[in-house]
């Protein structure tokens, strides 16, 4: 499935956010740097997001890249679903 | 190894030397064995809890720990309470373990403190005693899982079967630092207390305030050996800068269906350490452990003859006898766990693919959210209550970060039919109510209006079993 790079960045920081409100976190100002354990969202709210934008894009890279490591940071998470929807 | 040889806990612990030198390490203070062989916690009030059913009602995992390990052999229960007991569900508690006496310490909460005339203090400043800490009689550990009314099941052990599958440590090997995401108050947790006390190591305990990246780098500078948590723990672990402030020898899954995906990134991530998963439940205790690396299970654990734990498959699901299995529940009409023939059946359905076993969810449609267990009647209770709504249908959705999320199938009324319009607002509304009424792991992640769901002949809602 081919999904301009744009539009995955804005789903995924639209999806960030959404849920942080949703779930009542505070969001820490997002920033390609900002590690995501620090962003002020927990493992729930990480599992909402992933399922949303599994929804949205069609694409789950945690359940299909086995090589790439973890996303650590917002610019990792981004990058991730980028390179899984090339 | 029978309880009878080790007696109580703390003589377990006592036989073991250089006692100074191993550590209960929380994240505010610390405690040597040393000194708990030297003083008490408990404020010298030791005596006061002699035959009683106390509740560990306890804020902090270091004050448990020690609360466990100077009562085992002296109260006839210990009720070990996990912090995230919902306070309106404590009189349950203490009404069904016939609660007589509570400790506490500073951080538990005022209600619970105030629901059990007799309170002990709990602290980490060891109080000099010359008094000897005798204590003959088996304890029982009553350990709470949830339940499909929202209320907590209450499961008697004891330190026999609790310790059953723990080997004392070889001569050569070096004293083994444990740590472990879980509460303590927690099965897996538990296991991992009685593994650092009995095994000649030390522990460095969670704390729910701490962050996943802070708890790491706490670890790490304890040299921790061995570590064990849920695939959602790791999971969490690994998406933190400081994963690698730990650098273990052993790496232990379990509490959730480990995948091959966490299975291979941790095996990448700390590639000098042994990697396991392990198989055990509150009830049917520690069963087995996987080290090749593989998700699943050989096929070949069910036919091993001579092992401590028999294991069958029956009606689809994983069946379990071994003296590692919980006694009995407590306050319930048939308390049983285990059946005629001694077999616990786990409710974890199975399916042999090749010469491995795999798990594939659970029967009655029960949700493992991050390792949190939860019965869909009770979150399709709260939907139900909506006026427009008919029926409802509340199942599992597979999930990378926390192995499942709790999703729902909404049947409404004809008046209020998703065509006429009101389907975002009903939708909203629904989920309100389930925010006001259940924990946020219980509210449903997505909802989605259907026409109908498959009911039985019964009258119940037909539901898949994974």
Redesign the interface.
């Known amino acids: 499935m081919r999904v301009n790079t744009m539009s995955v960045r804005s789903n995924v920081i639209s999806q960030l956010e959404q849920v942080a409100k949703e ?1 009542n976190k505070r969001l820490a100002p997002l920033t390609d740097e900002l ?4 962003s002020g969202l927990d ?2 709210c ?3 997001i ?2 949303r934008l599994e ?1 949205v894009l069609g694409i ?1 890279p ?2 299909a890249a ?1 090589d790439a ?4 940071t917002v610019g990792d998470f981004i990058r991730f679903y980028e390179d899984a929807a090339k | 190894m029978p309880q009878n040889d080790r007696g109580s806990l703390w003589n377990a612990v006592r036989a073991a030397e250089h006692l100074s030198d191993r550590f209960l390490w929380g994240a505010h203070a610390s405690i040597s064995l040393g000194d708990l062989a030297r003083g008490t916690s408990l404020g010298g009030r030791v005596e006061e809890l002699r035959g009683r059913s106390v509740l560990v009602a306890t804020g902090d995992q270091l004050t448990a720990a020690l609360a466990l390990v100077e009562l085992d052999g002296i109260a006839r229960r210990l009720v070990l309470c996990p912090p995230d007991v919902p306070s309106e569900h404590v009189p349950f508690v203490i009404a069904t373990a016939a609660v007589d006496a509570l400790v506490c310490d500073r951080a538990t909460p005022e209600a619970t403190a105030r629901s059990v005339g007799s309170v002990v203090a709990c602290s980490p400043r060891i109080v000099a005693t010359d008094s000897e800490r005798s204590g003959r009689l088996e304890t029982e550990w009553i350990l709470l899982t949830s339940g499909t009314t929202g209320l907590p099941k209450l499961v008697v052990h004891t330190l026999a079967s609790l310790a059953g599958a723990i080997k004392g440590r070889g001569p050569q090997a070096s004293a083994p630092v444990w740590s472990t995401f879980y509460d303590i108050r927690r099965y897996g947790g538990l296991q991992i207390l009685l593994r650092a006390l009995l095994g000649g190591g030390s522990l460095v305990l969670s704390s729910a305030q701490e962050s996943t990246g802070d708890f790491l780098i706490r670890a790490g500078a304890h040299g921790v050996s061995h570590i064990s948590g849920t695939p959602s723990h790791w999971r969490r672990a690994l998406m933190s800068p400081s994963a690698h402030s730990i650098a273990p020898h052993y790496v232990r899954l379990s509490g959730e269906i480990a995948d091959q995906a966490i299975v291979d990134r941790l095996l990448t991530s700390y590639p000098e350490a042994r990697t396991a998963h392990a198989f055990a439940s509150t009830e049917a205790g520690v069963a087995f452990e996987v080290g090749d690396g593989l998700a699943g299970f050989p096929a070949s654990l069910l036919v091993q003859r001579d092992a401590d734990v028999e294991m069958k498959v029956e009606d689809g699901s994983l069946r379990i006898r071994s003296a590692r299995t919980a006694t009995r529940y407590l306050g319930s009409q048939d308390g049983t766990i285990a059946d005629r023939d001694g077999f616990v059946d786990t409710g974890d359905m199975v399916e042999l693919r090749g010469d491995r076993y795999h798990f594939v969810g659970r029967r009655g449609g029960i949700i493992n959210v991050g390792g949190l267990k939860i019965h869909p009647e009770e979150v399709e209770a709260v939907i139900n209550c909506h006026p427009n709504v008919r029926m409802s249908l509340v199942r599992t959705r597979k999930n990378p970060i926390t192995g499942a999320l709790v999703v729902a199938d909404v049947v409404l009324k004809a008046e209020a039919d998703p065509a006429n319009g009101r389907a975002a607002e009903v939708e909203s509304e629904i989920l309100q109510l389930c925010r006001e009424a259940l924990p946020r792991h219980k509210v449903p992640a997505a909802i989605s209006f259907v026409p109908t769901l498959a009911v039985a002949p019964t009258g119940k809602v037909i539901r898949r079993n994974a």
């Open positions: 779930q590690v995501l354990l620090n493992s729930l990480l599992a909402i992933v399922a929804d789950d945690f359940s086995e490591d973890f996303p650590v």
